[in-house]
């Protein structure tokens, strides 16, 4: 078990552009969450996959952004046309299961700076 | 709207002495409750956390406590270490939802 892991850890992209980050989950667990974090403030949920089915999506995330996890192991979260209020760390989490104690694994973020 | 609150942005204590984190929520909706801690650099990590048929939860150096008519949660640290310096959060969720909403931290300091 290695964890959740997300790529890119950092990404620097220009107004306008499209990105797109990856989150590898613990590879037992059937539900994957993304959450983004601005300096300050707590995580705040985006999106998330019970296997591959999209579940819920905050009022949020805007039609520019968009999640897919395709197969039920990994996921994608793609920016597009990026703004500067993107800036921000992305979180990837997952988890076991629905039952208690719904406790969320989460990966070390990938932070996104949008110039 | 914020529906988890943790009002104290951060915390100062001495090593060995009692840690006291608090978080306030509004949705009379959540049943559930976990605290997360967080080093730089790194995602949060799972700490503990209650149902709200409880009042407490005891793990370790840990306890949460729970006073749903007060709508209020707190985490205790006894005796606290300087490994504990981390920012803390509150979360909240229902039992059957997939999200959990999070308060805004608190960053607690241990010094030796």
């Known amino acids: 078990d290695t964890g959740v892991s997300q790529d890119p850890r950092h990404k620097i992209t220009k107004r306008g552009q499209n990105v797109t980050f990856r989150c590898d989950p613990i590879?037992?667990?059937?539900?994957l969450y993304w959450y983004r974090q601005t300096l300050g403030q707590g995580p705040e949920f985006l999106t998330y996959?019970?296997?591959?089915?999209?579940?819920?999506k905050s009022r949020l995330l805007s039609d520019r952004f968009s999640a897919e996890r395709p197969k039920g192991s990994f996921s994608t979260l793609e920016i597009q046309r990026t703004e500067q209020g993107d800036s921000a760390m992305y979180l990837c989490?997952?988890?076991?299961?629905?039952?208690?104690?719904?406790?969320?694994?989460f990966g070390p973020g990938t932070r996104l700076t949008v110039t | 709207d914020q529906q988890v609150k943790q009002n104290s942005p951060s915390l100062s204590v001495q090593e060995g002495r009692i840690s006291i984190l608090n978080c306030d929520y509004t949705?009379?909706?959540?049943?559930?409750f976990l605290w997360y801690k967080k080093y730089p650099a790194e995602g949060p990590t799972f700490l503990i956390s209650?149902?709200?048929?409880?009042d407490k939860n005891e793990d370790g150096r840990f306890t949460v406590f729970l006073n749903k008519s007060a709508k209020h949660l707190s985490l205790h640290i006894v005796p606290s270490q300087p490994g504990d310096s981390a920012v803390y959060f509150c979360?909240?969720?229902?039992?059957?939802?997939?999200?959990?909403?999070f308060g805004d931290g608190t960053t607690l300091t241990v010094k030796p």
């Open positions: 989490a997952s988890s076991l299961g629905s039952g208690a104690p719904y406790e969320q694994y």
């Open positions: 590879s037992e667990h059937n539900r």
């Open positions: 996959f019970q296997n591959e089915a999209q579940l819920e």
């Open positions: 949705n009379s909706m959540f049943d559930y």
């Open positions: 209650i149902s709200s048929i409880k």
């Open positions: 979360a909240a969720r229902k039992t059957n939802a997939g999200k959990s909403t």
